[in-house]
């Protein structure tokens, strides 16, 4: 399979502590996405960063790409009870139109 | 609100009846998606269209057509539905194809079809 993996797949943490997920590839990409999926609800862009980038920020995410090793890991700081969601890395691989997804990480913040 | 519109947002079918699902967007954008999205599973791609005119098979195509009316929309069909079809359909669309420009996906709220 194409597709991503993410680790962990669920994760609790309490509210004001930083949550960390993982997501590891296959092949060569052009980009790394990560995107968040509150329930029942479509899918919200977060952050993309390029293949010849190794860190990006956007307010409290951090993200890291390292692509001899073909992971990401995106760093939520300071979590909030509304961080709560499922959250997804997705990537275009090598001269492709598309965007394929990882399994995704059940994020819970506790109150 | 400017953005990706999704209809209907739930449907029930019978095995071997017929649908379309709907997509619009209002961004202007040239290039629009077809997703899938199983129980505890990430998006698998099903169409995609790179402009108005074309369509090409991402990594699930069986039992289904597209049609890319317009601009504008994007239609999935789904023509004798069975329960392995039974998922949660997401349309996404973007400016252009996004490996020759960094930006992000605009996704749909989704349509949640059961086939029974």
């Known amino acids: 399979s194409q597709q991503g993996e993410e680790d962990p797949q669920a994760l609790s943490i309490q509210e004001g502590e930083n949550a960390t997920m993982n997501c590891s590839y296959k092949t060569s990409i052009n980009n790394l996405q990560w995107y968040r999926q509150n329930s029942g609800r479509g899918l919200v862009h977060l952050i993309l960063?390029?293949?010849?980038?190794r860190e990006k920020h956007s307010g409290r995410l951090r993200v890291t790409l390292d692509t001899s090793k073909k992971s990401s890991s995106l760093l939520i700081t300071a979590s909030r009870a509304a961080d709560t969601a499922s959250y997804f890395c997705?990537?275009?691989?090598?001269?492709?139109?598309?965007?394929?997804f990882g399994s995704g990480t059940r994020l819970l913040v506790r109150p | 609100n400017a953005g990706v519109t999704q209809t209907p947002k739930f449907q029930v079918l019978k095995t071997g009846q017929s649908m379309t699902l709907q997509c619009a967007q209002d961004?202007?954008?040239?290039?629009m998606y077809w997703y899938r999205q199983d129980p505890g599973m990430g998006l698998r791609l099903i169409y995609y269209?790179?402009?108005?005119?074309?369509?090409d098979k991402g990594e699930v195509p069986n039992g289904y057509n597209v049609s890319r009316l317009n601009k504008r929309e994007f239609s999935l069909r789904l023509e004798s539905a069975a329960p392995s079809q039974t998922s949660v359909y997401f349309c996404?669309?973007?400016?252009?194809?996004?490996?020759?420009?960094?930006?992000?996906?605009?996704f749909g709220s989704g349509t949640r079809l059961t086939v029974v």
């Open positions: 961004m202007n954008h040239n290039s």
């Open positions: 997705a990537f275009i691989l090598d001269s492709s139109y598309k965007l394929i």
């Open positions: 996404a669309s973007t400016p252009g194809l996004s490996w020759r420009v960094d930006y992000g996906y605009t």
């Open positions: 269209s790179a402009s108005e005119g074309t369509t």
């Open positions: 960063i390029r293949s010849n980038e």
